[in-house]
């Protein structure tokens, strides 16, 4: 892939500008994620031939039957990281690259883990045609990269079970993990099977987030974000207290 093959018209910037302001409706409030939101061409990361669909805030099936997230998901994920530029993020999940993109449009340091090799030489493909900087590294996700650790934040792009002890060990103090957890495997198959791609005003993407932040002295604040209402996009806020760590 060559820098002439990343093409955003007059047309695209259009309708990416309607989908940030339609994320600014949906409740996105950081300036800083609307901002990246706007200024990555979602199409890059985005099976061709759907391109049609390329800003639906819907979820959309790409290669290895995993799927580029929900422009709303990437959003709120960033927005919950509460990064600035310069930060020092992993993300878990390569996936199409849209995320990271997105991070890097904030001026993140990002570090990105795939496990699918085919699609981590995909996205490498359209980062290297960007110029941008990045780390990419193939492999288990579930690890992390203790080499490369601490970062000031992580974000995972796939459900677990439960929040990894091994990423909570490679957060900086104050950083913060979002993670969805939980079994999201029926809610996964919706939408790589729902045959118009998703409504955009559903947000199925989304079940439950966590947000671990390691606290100097005390061990990891824990707070679960729960998504309540596929219509209209609430979200909780519960706190889980502080839970000790074993170092």
């Known amino acids: 892939m060559k820098k002439t093959d ?23 409030q950081s300036e800083t994620v609307l901002a990246a939101m706007n200024a990555v061409p979602r199409q890059w990361f985005f099976p061709k031939d759907f391109e049609q669909f390329v800003y639906r805030d819907a979820a959309f099936p790409i290669d290895h039957g995993q799927t580029i997230s929900q422009p709303y998901t990437v959003a709120y994920q960033t927005q919950l990281l509460g990064i600035d530029r310069g930060a020092k993020v992993l993300e878990i999940g390569t996936g199409s690259g849209y995320q ?23 996205a490498s493909e359209v980062f290297k045609a960007m110029g941008s900087t990045i ?9 992390g990269l203790p080499a490369h ?16 002890e091994t990423y909570i060990q490679q957060l900086n103090v104050g950083g913060r993990l979002v993670i969805p957890v939980g079994d999201q495997t029926d809610e996964q ?3 790589e099977n729902h045959q118009d791609f998703g409504h955009p005003d559903q947000n199925r993407d989304i079940t439950r987030l966590q947000i671990c932040t390691p606290q ?11 998504f309540s209402d596929s219509s209209n996009f609430r979200f909780h806020l519960l706190q889980w207290g502080i839970h000790p760590l074993n170092r």
């Open 6 to 28: 990343l093409i955003d018209t007059l047309i695209h910037q259009g309708q990416r500008k309607r989908l940030v302001e339609e994320l600014r409706k949906k409740g996105i």
């Open 100 to 122: 990271a993109a997105v991070l890097l449009a904030m001026g993140a340091k990002v570090y990105s883990v795939e496990y699918i090799l085919p699609l981590l030489k995909s």
């Open 135 to 143: 780390q990419l590294f193939h492999g288990d996700g579930t690890l």
């Open 149 to 164: 650790a601490p970062f000031d934040a992580i974000v995972v792009t796939a459900g677990a079970p439960a929040v990894p």
């Open 189 to 191: 198959k919706n939408d």
């Open 216 to 226: 100097r002295n005390l061990g990891v604040e824990v707070s679960l974000v729960a």
